[in-house]
């Protein structure tokens, strides 16, 4: 198991571990290339992200003490190691944003529909499924916990959006928006 380089907590947007960029298999390089993908120089697990962050922080915002249920969750964030590891596993994801999905995932209505593609890797993380359990019982909601990966390249035909993830919030999603397993 590996450690994360650093936590990252924005309250009221994303919550993730930076780690260090994985070496890439020529084989994934291969794929990338053949569809057009950027390879990201920064990489990261996304522990919260999109929907379930959007859903998150409304049940924060109607809380009595909002910011106290902040601090909570970033000290139940920040009580866990988030050891990680990597899998021999690589999927590449597509998927088309349209207004209602955008809304949905709490993007502003200034962002245009656009597709995104990218290639990601699996990995191990412990830490996501009790983590999610706790936050879920705090809140008493049931957000799903993400297939923990890392986003190694991407594409989007909007610009701003070029090199950002898919926005994977469930295992359910994960599958839909896997075109192939990368071999």
């Given at each position: ?9 924005k ?20 794929v990338?290339?053949e ?23 409304e ?15 970033k ?87 070029k ?9 359910e ?5 896997t ?5």
């Amino acid at each position: 198991m590996t450690l994360p380089v650093a936590l990252d907590f924005k309250h009221y947007a994303h919550v993730g571990v930076s780690v260090e960029k994985p070496q890439i298999p020529d084989f994934v390089r291969k794929v990338a290339a053949e569809h057009g993908l950027t390879e990201k120089d920064k990489v990261h697990i996304s522990v919260v992200v999109t929907k379930n962050a959007r859903l998150l922080w409304e049940a924060v915002a109607a809380k009595e003490n909002p910011e106290a249920f902040v601090h909570s969750i970033k000290s139940l964030f920040e009580s866990y190691l988030w050891e990680y590891s990597l899998t021999d596993e690589y999927f590449l994801h597509e998927r088309t944003y349209t207004r209602d999905d955008l809304r949905d995932n709490g993007y502003s209505d200034e962002i245009p529909g656009h597709t995104r593609r990218t290639i990601v890797q699996k990995v191990e993380l412990p830490d996501l499924s009790e983590f999610y359990e706790k936050l879920n019982d705090m809140f008493g909601i049931s957000l799903p916990a993400p297939v923990p990966h890392i986003t190694l390249f991407a594409w989007s035909d909007y610009e701003s959006f070029k090199i950002r993830g898919i926005g994977i919030n469930s295992e359910e999603e994960f599958k839909r928006f896997t075109k192939e397993a990368v071999r």
